[in-house]
């Protein structure tokens, strides 16, 4: 059976203790909150299937977090430049990547995301796949809303989605773009 470790760190952030992964590459693997712990734990096992992941406690400060506490004091972008790994099956990983698209201040619906990845009747699955994201944030399943600008389930839950949305000014933009338009404007 193969063995993965990955250092795991914790942090205090806006939104409660972060879990945070990374891999001995230096890749970030995991992010979720602690009050999540148990279903990141059962996410991996799904993920990972036959191998065994170690999770090893560390102090030291890796980059991902580091860009991970510039991200929550406002620069958006320093999350683009890390560099990600997952398990997960190949249409996961498609749907994954295709998150990453995302521009922040930006959001997409279930639908369009799976229009984006070329399975537009797959709405539903591509539904279960961001919900099975390990890398919350970096791996931006919060700009997922429903196809009349609704905020839909979060892992994280709707109160962190929507903080996450207002902290990149996305709800605003929203519900802008799906406003309807009045008859002679």
């Known amino acids: 059976m193969t063995t993965l470790t990955f250092l795991l760190e914790r942090a205090q952030t806006p939104l409660g203790h972060m879990l945070l992964a990374t891999d001995e590459e230096g890749r ?40 991970m506490r510039a991200y929550f004091d406002g620069d958006l972008a320093a999350i683009d ?13 498609a749907v994954w990547a295709a998150l990453r698209t995302i521009p922040h201040g930006q959001t997409l619906s279930y639908l369009e995301l799976a229009h984006r990845i070329g399975r537009p009747l797959a709405v539903r699955a591509v539904g279960m796949a961001n919900g099975a994201n390990p890398i919350s944030i970096v791996v931006p399943c919060h700009r997922v ?17 929507r903080w996450l949305l207002a902290h990149e000014q996305a709800l605003a933009a929203a519900a802008h773009r799906h406003q309807p338009m009045l008859p002679g404007f």
């Open 81 to 93: 430049r890390l560099e990600v790994a997952t398990g997960g099956t190949p249409f996961q990983r």
């Open 145 to 161: 809303i429903g196809s009349n600008a609704t905020l839909t389930g979060y892992g994280g839950g709707l109160p962190r989605k």
């Open 28 to 67: 970030l693997r995991i992010l979720d909150w602690l009050d999540h712990e148990e279903s990141m734990r059962r996410l991996m096992r799904r993920q990972y299937r036959g191998t065994t992941v170690l999770l090893r406690e560390t102090t030291q400060v890796s980059p991902a977090m580091r860009a």
